[in-house]
């Protein structure tokens, strides 16, 4: 499974985005020169989205042009039910190195299966970093591809996501997860 590249040095990162439909709404998705995604994130949560890449990246204005066909193939195929087509897509992140290994452990979670955070803090080595895993997830720039929707709470209740949680609901249960 591939996994997030280390972070560039200092300054903008060239990107390119595009605006990909999906049955849950409008997905914004962005890359680098090396077609590796550096965003996804929902239509409606793009102020988020904006102020996540200025953290990341700084300052940044994105070019249009089309998704890259095989970025396209995998997200379509997710969406027809190819649960592992995602872990295809090669990402690449900024962040910090905590958050970047948070990001690491939530690509590793599979698909149909879900991780308290606690145990997410856990599989990382981090047991007291609860609240700062649940943080990192809150700052991934990749949602879907580097699975946030698959962190829950620690009773098996849905917590926040990016996209809302009624999207986390219906990608969970697209993955085959009973949830609450």
Known sequence: MPTATPPEGPGPVALTFDRIPTPTGEALVM???ELRLRVFDWAGYEPRMRRLLTRHY???????????????????????GDLT????IACATGGTPFQRTVWAALRAIPA???L???ALAQRIGKPAAVRAVGLANGANPIGLVVPCHRAIGANGALTGYGGGIERKRW???????AVQ
């Open 31 to 33: 890359w680098d020169r």
């Open 112 to 114: 149909g299966t879900t």
């Open 85 to 88: 087509s995602l872990d295809a």
């Open 58 to 80: 700084g300052p940044t204005e994105p070019k249009e042009a089309a998704a890259p066909k095989p970025l396209k193939a995998a997200l379509s195929a997710y969406f027809d």
């Open 116 to 118: 308290s955070y606690g």
């Open 171 to 177: 990608l969970l249960r697209h993955e085959g997860v």
